[in-house]
């Protein structure tokens, strides 16, 4: 394994630069898909070999549940290991599950006290609430997505503006942003390096969903000046993990590229661009992880499974 077991922990960096010219060059359906991608395999990258470093550098702790093959001299020459880096890996390790499953239970708890608050409501694809603070979110369900609106927000929007508010909302659903969400989230909590892309997937999806609205309605400016009116009246969202219409992501850019040409549609950048000299570092930095990764992997698969007795 060596030193390449090493690598997914700070090849994350290599997607820095896309993170930020992906968001400002690329359409956002290709923006998204392409960070989340990269972010997903560092993530579980990283994660894998957190897990090798533990096993492989505390393997002459006492207590350890490797077989006693594992401590032979022999073995211990073909898997060079480092125990500071072993034991510091034990709580590294906890520390990414816990606050991973701390986000996949804070996700589906939002999710399903969002849902139980509808119950009253008719069973409609829009729900909307009696309450004098703005606000719209897109809910997703197992067996009905919701569009979830205040009458304090619907009596700021003319007509025109209403109809790009409920399809920028079909969007998010249709598109199921959410789960990109959820992964750029759960990767930045795994490797604190991923950061910058989950900051971006959350402008990217936004943006996704304006584009896809201005495409519906056929007028760009409309979207761009609903946007803008949400923006100035909204508070936070009361659940913060799902998508809403004026949040997250910067609003005066958000309206800005609306109040422009669309972006072009190709599914991959020019080669000799900025944006595409990027792209290609973060897929070579992905690649490398996943490739670090499974060396390190079935290495010491190989060496444990031949130190261990029949």
């Given at each position: 394994m060596?030193?390449f ?10 997607a820095?630069?896309?993170?930020r010219?992906?968001?400002?060059h690329l359409h ?6 392409l960070l989340?991608a990269v972010?997903?395999v560092?993530?579980?990258?990283s ?5 090798l470093l533990m096993?492989?550098?505390?393997a002459?702790?006492p207590?350890?549940?490797?077989p006693?093959g594992?401590?032979?001299?022999e073995v211990r020459?073909?898997?060079?290991y ?5 034991k510091?890996?034990?709580?590294a390790?906890?520390?990414v599950?816990?606050?991973?499953a ?9 999710r399903?006290?969002?849902h139980?608050?509808l ?6 694809e829009v ?7 703005p606000?719209a979110?897109a809910?997703?369900?197992?067996s009905?997505?919701r569009i979830v609106v205040?009458t304090?927000?619907?009596d700021c929007?003319?007509?025109?503006e209403r109809?790009?508010?409920?399809a920028?909302?079909r969007a998010?659903l249709?598109e199921r942003?959410h789960r ?8 930045a909590?795994a490797?604190?390096?991923l950061?910058p892309?989950?900051?971006a997937v959350?402008?990217?999806t936004?943006r996704?969903?304006?584009e ?5 309605l056929g007028?760009r400016?409309t ?7 949400a923006a100035?009246?909204s508070?936070?969202?009361p659940?913060?993990t ?9 609003v005066?850019?958000?309206v800005a590229?609306l ?7 190709r599914?991959?950048?020019?080669v000799?661009?900025?944006?595409g000299?990027a792209a ?9 992880s996943a490739?670090s ?18």
């Amino acid at each position: 394994m060596g030193v390449f077991v090493f690598l997914p922990l700070i090849l994350p960096l290599t997607a820095w630069p896309v993170a930020r010219l992906a968001e400002q060059h690329l359409h956002p359906r290709v923006a998204t898909r392409l960070l989340t991608a990269v972010a997903g395999v560092m993530a579980a990258c990283s994660t894998v070999c957190l897990g090798l470093l533990m096993v492989v550098g505390t393997a002459q702790l006492p207590g350890n549940p490797l077989p006693d093959g594992w401590s032979d001299p022999e073995v211990r020459e073909a898997v060079p290991y480092d125990e500071v880096a072993g034991k510091a890996a034990i709580p590294a390790l906890l520390a990414v599950a816990a606050v991973c499953a701390r986000t996949l239970w804070r996700h589906g708890r939002v999710r399903r006290r969002a849902h139980r608050a509808l119950t009253a409501l008719p069973e409609t694809e829009v729900a909307v609430l009696p309450d004098e603070m703005p606000y719209a979110y897109a809910l997703p369900g197992r067996s009905r997505d919701r569009i979830v609106v205040t009458t304090g927000l619907l009596d700021c929007l003319r007509p025109a503006e209403r109809r790009a508010l409920f399809a920028h909302e079909r969007a998010h659903l249709a598109e199921r942003h959410h789960r990109f969400l959820l992964v750029t989230q759960l990767a930045a909590r795994a490797n604190p390096f991923l950061r910058p892309l989950r900051t971006a997937v959350s402008y990217t999806t936004e943006r996704w969903a304006d584009e896809e609205a201005a495409r519906v309605l056929g007028d760009r400016r409309t979207v761009a000046r609903a946007i803008g009116k949400a923006a100035l009246v909204s508070r936070d969202t009361p659940v913060p993990t799902l998508a809403g219409f004026a949040a997250p992501g910067p609003v005066p850019r958000r309206v800005a590229a609306l109040l422009g040409p669309a972006p072009a549609t190709r599914s991959w950048p020019p080669v000799f661009t900025a944006v595409g000299m990027a792209a290609w570092t973060a897929a070579a930095g992905a690649a490398m992880s996943a490739m670090s990764s499974a060396n390190s992997a079935v290495t010491m698969m190989a060496i444990l499974y031949a130190a261990t007795p029949l």
